[in-house]
């Protein structure tokens, strides 16, 4: 059962209860009432944020995906054109190591 769905058989079950709202119990189960609504509405629209989110994180790794093809294409020495190749060094390298140094050098020289 969804939170919003929890909460308003919550409501319904202390409106049953025909609690006053003149009496100090009653000021105070109303005003966790309240309270409850307000987590509910901020729950739903953090998890209606996250979907959106991952959403357009999906979309950039796609995105991501389609420019490196586009921009490094078939960099496989054995042409298998495999994602998981036998020749894809890259768990060789360590967080920090220059991959590309050859090119950095020629950038500096120009």
């Known amino acids: 059962m969804a939170l919003s769905e929890e909460l308003a058989y919550l409501e319904g079950y202390i409106e049953g209860l025909e609690i006053s709202e003149d009496t100090k119990e009653g000021k ?8 409850l609504e307000e987590i509910v509405g901020e729950s739903v629209e ?6 959106d989110l991952n959403t ?3 979309e950039l790794d796609e995105d991501l995906g389609q420019m490196e093809e586009f921009v490094f294409g078939d960099l496989c020495e054995c042409g298998c054109e495999d994602d ?3 020749c894809d060094d890259d768990d060789d390298y360590e967080f920090g190591d220059i991959v590309y140094e050859e090119d950095d050098e020629e950038e500096e020289e120009e």
């Open 56 to 58: 357009l994180g999906e």
């Open 46 to 51: 953090m998890r209606e944020d996250i979907d």
């Open 84 to 86: 998981e190749c036998c």
């Open 28 to 35: 105070a189960i109303m005003a966790i009432i309240d309270l």
